[in-house]
């Protein structure tokens, strides 16, 4: 049985795809054959000039709002999908916020707004691509490098992240006989307004002189490492956590 994803015709949902890392792999799954829902939140013209651009370099793509926290959304985003396309094939879960301050001084308001993003958020597509996806299909979620390096400040968003890893870990092992990888990519500084916003020049030269490679990430070095993931050549990888941060842990 041949394993991998149908390369001309599979259908690629990416969340949180209007912008930033989530914007990168959409256009890289499509320039790599695949058919893409380009899914956002409040962003409804970044997101359909990313579908315009698709199109304009021959791909194919259309455009889903849904908040990923909202469980109804995200059911009605797969059938639209599905109404669209016949099916979906490989799930991106991008869609995510950082709010950062010590555990002391965080509020229930940043705890709550990160756990429903970062967590429930995955925990609903997941649910939806464990009932929907094709047999053959691949699942890639978005962690951080900060599940490993652990800085202060980043508690709460860390620990959304390290519970979608370990969500990962026992959806591989729910999937078993469906050929359905399961692997997170968890980045370190990349350069989008999620890293950006907020930080003072000198911190953003600091976090990026940290990896040996001396530079921040950019989105596409992330696409990269996903679509390597989504593609014919990640076929055997199932259940990894790929670090993709220049060295920088
Ligand atoms: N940048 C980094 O240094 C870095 C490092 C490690 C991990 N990551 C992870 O990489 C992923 C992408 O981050 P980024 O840096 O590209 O962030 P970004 O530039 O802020 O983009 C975030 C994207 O997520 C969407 N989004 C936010 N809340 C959403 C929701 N509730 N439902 C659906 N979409 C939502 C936004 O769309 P709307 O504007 O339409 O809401 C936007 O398209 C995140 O999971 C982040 O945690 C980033």
Do not use: C
């Amino acid at each position: 049985m041949n394993t991998s994803p149908r390369t001309s015709t599979r259908t690629a949902l990416v969340t949180g795809a209007s912008r930033g890392i989530g914007a990168a792999i959409a256009e890289r799954l499509a320039a790599d054959g695949s058919t893409v829902v380009v899914n956002y939140a409040g962003s409804p013209d970044e997101a359909e000039a990313l579908v315009g651009k698709i199109e304009q370099a021959g791909g194919r793509a259309i455009s889903a709002q849904a908040d990923v926290a909202d469980p109804a959304a995200v059911a009605r985003m797969f059938e639209a999908a599905e109404a669209a396309f016949g099916g979906v094939d490989v799930l991106v879960n991008n869609a995510g916020i950082m709010r950062l301050a010590s555990l002391a001084e965080s509020d229930d308001a940043l705890f709550d707004s990160q756990v429903s993003v970062n967590l429930k958020g995955t925990f609903n597509t997941l649910r939806e691509a464990a009932r929907r996806l094709r047999d053959g299909g691949r699942i890639i979620n978005l962690s951080s490098s900060v599940v490993g390096l652990t800085p202060a400040t980043y508690g709460v968003y860390a620990a959304t992240k390290a519970a979608v890893e370990a969500m990962s870990h026992v959806l591989t092992k729910e999937l078993r006989g469906r050929s359905i990888t399961v692997n997170s990519v968890a980045p370190g500084p990349t350069a989008t307004r999620l890293f950006l916003e907020g930080k003072p020049q000198e911190v953003i030269d600091r976090l990026a002189r940290q990896a040996p490679l001396e530079r921040l990430g950019e989105p596409t070095d992330i696409a990269a490492a996903v679509a390597f993931l989504a593609g014919p050549d990640g076929a055997w990888i199932n259940g990894q956590v790929l670090r993709a941060n220049g060295g920088i842990i």
